[in-house]
């Protein structure tokens, strides 16, 4: 070997490491779980966003209802306002109200937006 020059092939790189490790199933499952609740809330963000009601997801502030109670508590145990990028966001098990908005590959689950709320009121 020349001067300078390293050998790094004898040291397992980061892709390597990830591929050999054992997988988690449960938290596996947790997380696709949670990721599939949050494609809703961003689903809802975007309309949102493209009406200019919002100009980021981060002025938002939606009510997320999770229908099934161990979903519900799964997106409860981790700090789902972070993960959909939100300045606020209420989880709730209330039934979905009408005007929720949902993606039927996801049932169960609605998000009502600030401005739904008040125009429903209205």
């Known amino acids: 070997m020349r001067p300078g020059r390293h050998n790094h092939s004898a040291r397992p790189g980061p892709a390597r490491l990830e ?3 054992p997988r988690d ?3 596996a ?3 696709q779980k949670i ?3 949050r494609r809703v809330v961003t689903a809802a963000l975007e309309i949102q966003r493209q009406d200019k009601v919002i100009g980021a997801s981060l002025e ?3 009510v997320v209802h999770v229908r099934d109670k161990d979903l519900l508590k799964q997106v409860k145990s981790v700090e789902f306002d972070d993960i959909c990028i939100t300045s ?6 209330d039934p979905l109200p ?6 039927p590959e996801v049932e169960g689950v609605g998000v009502v937006c600030a401005g739904d ?3 429903v009121g209205a």
């Open 19 to 21: 591929r050999d490790r």
């Open 25 to 27: 199933e449960v938290l």
């Open 29 to 31: 499952a947790k997380w």
């Open 35 to 37: 990721r599939r609740v």
């Open 60 to 62: 938002a502030a939606p």
């Open 88 to 93: 606020d966001l209420q989880l709730t098990g």
């Open 98 to 103: 009408s005007e929720a908005f949902r993606l």
């Open 117 to 119: 709320q008040e125009s």
